[in-house]
């Protein structure tokens, strides 16, 4: 029995009232931000949504993102008065409760965190993509800021979702006019927005944001599969329902204070005394294809040359056959990273996202939460592109997510500097929680792949241009955060710590200083993070001289990875750029930077003194 | 006297023979992407543009901005062709050119590094806000593919120009069908990108770009200061001129064979014989504003409680008075940056980017090259959004480019990790020649803005949300590169760096551990890259043991990049960021991720035994 319009807009005000209290409790957050919304909240949990209170898994449901998480506190609001958590919403913001400042999966209904405006939509995007091509039904509401649709981010989802028609999709744009630090750049033009989204080839309808039948007419106009994507531009009042809040300038981020204000604030919310019991409002079931745990044996020859970026491609490829849940996106980058290899096992399994790689991760992420295990690459110096999406994808807390940079470092060669990853490794690392991976040949890129399907959360690998020599066997497993030493003796007068494309030339290095007499011990540090300490520990103590080698940035690399370790037991030097690169080719670049078997011996030489 | 439409036709076939010439010689680059707007930069250079061959400054002439930059085969002939450069086109991509792959400022001739898409709109609205300001006149042209256009920095660009009236703006939209890997999302459809950019506030006209009398009268449509910014939207072909390039899919970055291959190429353009004389031509000069060198004297008590952010937000608009080329730019978080201090010396030196963190960075990279000392802030958390700009700002060589983020780490409390910048560091530090600088009081932080001032290149300054005490005096210098050391004696047990929010504790931690007889020597390392190694070395070796401490990932930040200068020396204990933080009380927070007087005091303990 649908619920009539009066007790919509009645629940829109208790929310209200939900947002000024905790907030006030806190002694921050955003209630204006969520009085802007009241009657989009409601009409979505009460009326529009299907939704089952019982069950934050989100399948066989529709699902709800917000995008603009600052406005968190109705978020809890509606889901508490819909029966969906029993937390205390007086808990708000303290360090004990799930009811996060900004959302989080600390609280299950959370699929995506957010708070880093513009990344809701591309989430988003990517669960409508899911439910699309798999059949399954439900429609994804995502639901923005005005201020937040100056994030060139919502664009590229919004192409995103036009060119893959994807009709399961509501963006709401809730037009308050007012942003943290002034008036908005377009204010109440809604006009604006609609155009835009038109240009984009959504449909758009702009609605008075507080009129609740408007609303639900509204919602009524998406929703077909296969059909134009629907945004709702809704023309809203920042703090709406309190003379003193409405649409004032200074009041973002601020909540009333407890005692007279509060009170005053609430009083003219009018009866906040409903109770809305939410039925279970399902879809019938419709699996989803199962994601597995899939397994891999690499088909290499020992001294064979393939690039890892090409390893990875046929290990993406083996990797799909092998689950029916695995899935490519790719920047269109995918016959340079390989990624297209996916397309023999079906077309349909690879997306283009086309040159946006924020969208392109946010998309990858909202895969993620409809169970496929998404594989998202282009070249690794583009992923810097995205580095706040990848940041709040881990904040996410995603089953799987696998970045795959190719490209790394100065031996791509003539391209230049705008084309070589220095600081990819840097930037994933620095992630809480987040597996770095890089491989050296193509035997350990098709393992390092296998074990990245079957990581959880956001796992990096690192691929690499020019071919390598194939230098393990079939057979060789290569555990997260182990590594492997390839050289070892017990007169070993220094540990060369190498990974990727710097591998080979450490093994040439050894060879060389072997023949002069000096043995040393070189390790393949794959699992970049997390690292290999016993080993790395145990080579410090053993040999007291270590030399790291990377082709990327001496910062937040390799070799402070390796210090860290090593520190108090070993002198480390570190071979790296440290200098802007140029144009040349691979081996002279190579030269330039330190990072052949000649520098590798000559750093070992001046350690070993 | 006009080029007449002949001898530009005829110039376009010359450029691409270069094209195809320089390519092949290099064996590796992009002549496809660069034939399709062969008579767009052909009427460019040789007509639209007031350009001084003799001068590549940019002062009084028109700017071209290839933001296409894997296209720079044509930009290194057309400034051959006019007389500006003598550079032998066939040592492109070669170790000892200046004619690198993508565009980089070793050519003179380029303001801002590209080759990362969808950049080069955001540096040039960023010249065109400067001279539009400065009333200087002088149109800034910027050329796009259309594989760029998806990427979403260019909409925030575009939103940018429209709502700051940049009529000297003209962007080329050169609309050749196919991308890296296959069609573009939009192919041929060039109504789709001229809805856009109407729906984003410009004038738009779509023309034959192979047509030159359809260009020159489409460029005279621009030009008006005040007026709306003009896109032309060039239909063109890839690898047009030649027929088995032309719209053919699989030529992308892809050079023909010298040889035959060539011949046949070359042999299809027809005569190309011809020379063209570009006089100098130039605008009245109209002098801008004197960046100068700008000093700042502090004015706070010891004790006094300030947050580093606000006291940015203080040295700002000092800065501002004594230097005219300071500005500020912000994504609407003026009030909690301070940034919108610099509005107490004139509104006009803030520009509000709104929420659009690439556009901001892009945009202060072309104010510096119109001489401005551009101050960009944000959250810190925010500027990961940007770290594409920032590493591409970077190879710029920008005179002055300084990036603010405030409200960094866990030390921000309630808003959550969506919110904490525990990553910036990181990223900041892995950009070869980035200074990273991170006051700790009031004091250190007007020195540092000023030291940001007067430092070349890019500059990071790193600000925090709570108040700290001041505890350095007025007169206090802090040079880039060095340190200060707080505590000192000649029985140190150990060393405890800090840095921010950090120092106020482990001078804490000092007094705790001196009332149980153990000296600890202190240093504050507000200059973070380039690192004070010489006084770091010296503490490593005079006490043998190191604790660092920071409201960051212990990945990438201050922890490693001492022990990368200790290893061998001392025992280095790493205290930071290991775990996904949330909501919380600052305190709190400190206390959960180990950040506290009480956790160095512990670490001390634990490493001295």
Redesign the interface.
């Known amino acids: 029995m649908p619920v009539d319009n009066a007790t919509l807009a009645r629940m829109a005000q208790k929310l209200r009232r939900h947002c000024l209290e905790s907030t006030a409790e ?1 002694g ?2 955003h209630p204006t931000s969520c009085m802007s919304c009241a009657e989009i909240v409601s009409v979505l949990f009460f009326d529009v949504m299907k939704l089952d209170p019982a069950d934050p898994s989100g399948k066989d449901q529709d699902v709800f993102v917000l995008s603009k ?1 600052h406005a968190a506190p109705i978020l809890w609001a509606a889901l508490k008065e819909a029966g969906a958590i029993k937390d205390d919403l007086l808990s708000l ?3 004990d ?1 799930p009811l ?3 959302p ?1 999966p ?1 609280s299950p209904w959370v699929r995506v ?6 990344q809701g939509l591309c989430a988003a995007a990517g669960m409508a993509w899911a439910r699309s091509k798999d059949g399954r039904p439900g429609r994804i509401f995502t639901l923005l800021g005005d ?2 649709a ?7 989802a919004a ?1 995103f979702a036009a ?1 893959y028609d994807l009709g399961n999709l509501c963006a709401i744009v809730d037009v308050n006019r007012l ?4 008036p ?2 377009y204010q109440h033009d809604t006009a ?1 927005y609609e ?2 989204f ?4 959504w449909d758009a309808a702009v609605v008075d944001g507080h009129d609740v039948a408007a609303l639900r007419e509204a919602f009524a106009r998406g929703g077909k599969d296969g059909g134009k994507p629907l945004a709702i531009v809704a023309r809203t009042f920042k703090g709406k329902g309190v003379s003193f809040l409405q649409d004032k300038d200074g009041w973002h981020g601020k909540p009333v204070k407890k005692g007279e204000e509060l009170q005053k604030a609430v009083a003219e919310l009018g009866d906040t005394s409903l109770t809305v019991r939410v039925e279970p409002r399902r879809y019938p079931s419709v699996s989803a294809p199962a994601a597995g745990s899939p397994t891999l044996t690499p088909a290499y020859t020992l001294g064979q040359e393939v690039a890892t970026r090409e390893a990875y491609g046929t290990a993406l490829a083996k990797l799909a056959r092998a689950s029916a849940g695995v899935v490519a996106i ?1 920047g ?5 990273t390989f990624s ?1 290899r996916i397309k023999e096992v079906s077309p349909d399994r690879h997306i ?1 996202a ?6 392109m991760v946010g998309v990858a992420l909202g895969l993620s939460t409809e169970g496929k295990i998404p594989f998202a690459s282009t070249f690794a ?2 992923l ?2 995205a ?2 999406f990848i ?2 994808a ?2 996410s ?1 995603p089953a799987h997510l696998v970045l795959v940079g190719s490209h790394a470092g100065v031996s791509i ?7 070589m990853a ?2 990819d490794l ?2 994933m ?5 987040a597996t770095v991976l890089y491989p050296s040949d193509a035997v350990s890129a098709e393992r390092l792949v296998e074990a990245a399907a079957n990581t959880p959360g956001l796992v990096y690998i690192r691929t690499t241009r020019p071919k390598t020599r194939v230098i393990y066997s079939n057979e060789e497993y290569f555990p997260v955060g182990q590594s492997k030493t390839l050289r070892a003796s017990a007169r070993d007068a220094a540990t060369v710590v190498a990974a990727g494309i710097t591998v080979p030339e450490a093994l040439l290095a050894h060879d060389t200083l072997a023949k002069e007499g000096v043995a040393i011990r070189v390790i393949d540090l794959y699992s970049v ?1 997390p690292v290999d300490e016993a080993t790395l520990r145990k080579a410090a103590m053993e040999t ?1 001289r ?1 030399v790291t080698v990377e082709d ?6 390799i ?3 390796v ?2 370790v ?7 030097t ?1 071979l790296g ?4 690169p ?4 691979p081996g ?2 190579m030269k ?1 930077h330190r990072l052949t078997a000649e520098a590798i011996v000559a750093a070992v030489k001046q350690l070993i003194g």
């Open positions: 806190a921050s957050g998480g913001r303290r360090y409760s996060e400042g900004h989080t600390r965190a957010t708070g880093s405006l513009g201020g937040e100056a994030e060139g981010s919502v664009w590229e192409q060119y942003g943290q630090s002034g908005t750049m604006a155009a835009r038109r240009s984009f080839g790719d269109d980058t995918k016959n340079s297209e283009e086309y040159i946006a790689e924020q969208n110096c583009f810097t592109r580095y706040d940041r709040m881990a904040y807390k060669g003539e391209d230049g500097p705008s084309q220095l600081e840097a930037m690392r620095a992630i809480t929680g993070k007291r270590m990327h940035s001496v910062c937040g690399g070799g402070e990875a210090a860290a090593a520190a108090g037991e070993a002198k480390v570190m750029v440290r200098e802007t140029r144009s040349g080719k002279e670049l330039a």
